[in-house]
């Protein structure tokens, strides 16, 4: 038998289901729960998406689409139309495909996403 206790799903981030890293600029913790994902993603200080991801990515832009809340930190967004958007802790978001963005602050930058699925 089911329970609604068995529905409850709570994990930490400090111990995440899987970690992914980007030398050591940008950090995603990810933590599974239920038919959610969540990712602490951590961007340190100078990191800039195109200079440290679009290498390895090999897109000219972020085309990930990206929701969530920032809970240290600024970054700033810059959008394939020139539109720039500064983004700081306590800033819930949505951030479209087509952009880049750089850390602005002097503090790591690191926000709770939750991934919206592809067949969306």
Not at 65 to 76: D, E, F, K, N, Q
């Amino acid at each position: 038998m089911t329970t609604q206790a068995d529905q409850i799903h709570v994990k930490t981030f400090d111990v995440p289901d899987t970690q992914q890293s980007l030398g050591t600029m940008l950090r995603a913790d990810v933590v599974s729960l239920g038919a959610l994902t969540a990712v602490r993603g951590t961007a340190q200080p100078g990191f800039h998406w195109t200079e440290h991801a679009k290498p390895i990515v090999g897109t000219d832009l972020c085309q990930v689409h990206h929701t969530g809340y920032v809970s240290a930190g600024r970054i700033r967004v810059k959008m394939a139309d020139g539109t720039e958007r500064e983004i700081a802790a306590g800033d819930a978001f949505d951030i479209p495909p087509g952009h880049d963005m750089w850390v602005i602050s002097d503090e790591p930058y690191v926000a709770i996403e939750f991934p919206r699925d592809a067949s969306r």
